[in-house]
């Protein structure tokens, strides 16, 4: 066998033992929640879109379909226990993967909205109000909306973000999700 036949075949089954780890731990691996300490931070990073999480439940409900697959006649395949269990296996730990997740990037809003809401106070306290003014809220309208592409708000990219708009010490926010066009 010619040697570049043999690294592209080796490239392509690495690629695939590598899918079921990818795809299913997105929770574990690609999704972040705030840092340690994020209530002194100035600024962080972390993962504020589900889209991770869903993948991992998509890739267990895929899992356990062949699972159940394979114990639905299992004289059709050679080792159907196997194809079960691992089935089962991937579409448990792709299922813990979702739900770490979700759990992270719900932390991760909740931080970004403390740190707007940190961010607005502090900033009040440096400005001189008149006392006669005294803002009670701030509110955006819709709270969740979808964007595709128009208004005051540019889509640049699918995905979902949160928009705090402030005055004085009151911070209002809302959700947009930008969705892809049909």
Not at 3 to 14: D, F, G, K, Q
Request: charged share 15%.
């Amino acid at each position: 066998m010619k040697p570049e036949r043999l690294v592209s075949r080796l490239m392509v089954i690495a690629f695939l033992a590598s899918l079921p780890v990818t795809t299913g731990a997105c929770g574990f691996i690609l999704t972040h929640a705030p840092p340690e300490g994020h209530e002194q931070m100035d600024y962080f990073t972390c993962t504020e879109s589900d889209a991770g999480p869903i993948i991992d439940f998509v890739w267990a409900g895929l899992n356990v379909a062949g699972a159940i697959v394979y114990a639905s006649d299992p004289d059709a395949y050679e080792n159907s226990s196997a194809g079960i269990a691992v089935g089962l296996g991937w579409g448990a730990f792709s299922t813990s993967a979702g739900i770490v997740g979700l759990n992270k990037t719900k932390k991760c809003r909740a931080a970004k909205r403390q740190l707007a809401e940190r961010q607005a106070r502090g900033r009040a306290a440096e400005r001189d109000q008149p006392a006669d003014i005294l803002v009670q809220t701030v509110v955006l309208m819709p709270a969740v909306d979808t964007l595709n592409n128009a208004g005051l708000v540019t889509a640049h990219a699918t995905g979902a973000v949160i928009i705090a708009a402030r005055t004085d010490n009151v911070v209002g926010t809302g959700n947009i999700v930008v969705v892809s066009p049909r």
